[in-house]
């Protein structure tokens, strides 16, 4: 599959490129900056140290939420987009950046942990995710039946993650913050996901999420450059799960790794491509 295809199918079918944007985002193409942050839940007033952010969203409630991000020390401006949890919705705005000046992405979520080395708060670099997702099929080939990637690994923008990685372990030792490296597997559920931990684990993978294996991916057919950047909600392993288990001292150690250590190797990395 091309980027090229997928617009020609829309095309097809009566919708113009420069909708595109508008139509996923709720914004035209060129109010999206070269640098942008994309975050299935977080919201940028978890993130002051970032810069002054301005709404942009036309709606007050909608789906995908955009704002715009201006940082005065480095004279960074970025997008930062909410798409809401699941593969199918990050896909799609992510596709939709191809028609934009969009350059990178740094993609920042929550992971479980499915290694007890692994704590609540830490933060992970994921150096591929395993698709276990569904949407990815729709991008991965020309046709349906050719485009079964189940278990397949994809991978971050080689040069942009390698950036990530040496920021995050410089900024993590001055902060006193374990990270680790990522093997990522992408799921499509939370309920269920339990029943199958064991074979997850048996792939080699160490923490699991449900969007960067698409992210990945749909980054590369639009040929933008992203990398993510994780913060370990849960623990699967040491039965500190979303369900229950994790103290008060882990969720302020994860408090803090967010708003003093993400916001760091966000600025540190991006200024960088100034």
């Known amino acids: 599959m091309k980027y090229e295809d997928l617009l020609a199918g829309i095309r097809r079918y009566g919708a113009r490129d420069q909708d595109l944007c508008m139509k996923q985002l709720d914004i035209s193409s060129d109010q999206v900056q070269e640098n942008v942050l994309i975050a299935p839940w977080w919201e940028p007033e978890m993130f002051p140290q970032l810069g002054e952010a301005k709404y942009l969203s036309s709606s007050t409630s909608p789906s995908i939420k955009v704002w715009d991000i201006f940082n005065k020390e480095c004279g960074l401006h970025m997008t930062y987009i909410k798409t809401g949890i699941g593969a199918p919705v990050l896909m799609d705005a992510l596709l939709s950046l191809g028609v934009t000046p969009c350059k990178r992405v740094l993609f920042i979520g929550s992971v479980g942990a499915l290694d ?3 704590g609540i708060g830490d933060v992970v670099v994921p150096e591929y995710s395993v ?3 569904g949407a990815s099929r729709y991008i991965a080939a020309d046709t349906l039946h ?3 990637v189940f278990g397949e690994k994809a991978y ?3 040069r942009l993650l390698q950036t990530v990685l040496n920021n995050t372990a410089r900024i993590c030792e001055e902060n006193r913050v374990n990270y680790h490296i990522g093997r990522n597997f992408s799921i499509d559920t939370i309920f269920a996901q339990f029943a199958h931990i064991e074979e997850i684990i048996a792939m080699g993978c160490n923490v699991i ?3 960067t294996a698409v992210a990945f991916r749909a980054a590369k057919l639009a040929g933008i450059s992203l990398a993510a950047i994780f913060s ?3 623990n699967t392993i040491t039965h500190k799960s979303l369900m229950g288990g994790r103290t008060e001292a882990e969720q302020e150690y994860r408090r803090f790794t967010r708003s003093t250590v993400f916001p760091r190797i966000i600025l540190d990395t991006l200024c960088q491509q100034i």
Do not use: L, R, W
Request: with cysteine.
């Open 131 to 133: 698709c276990g997702d």
């Open 209 to 211: 999420e449900m969007e």
């Open 156 to 158: 971050p923008d080689d």
């Open 146 to 148: 050719a485009g079964d």
């Open 232 to 234: 370990v909600s849960d």
């Open 116 to 118: 007890a080395n692994i």
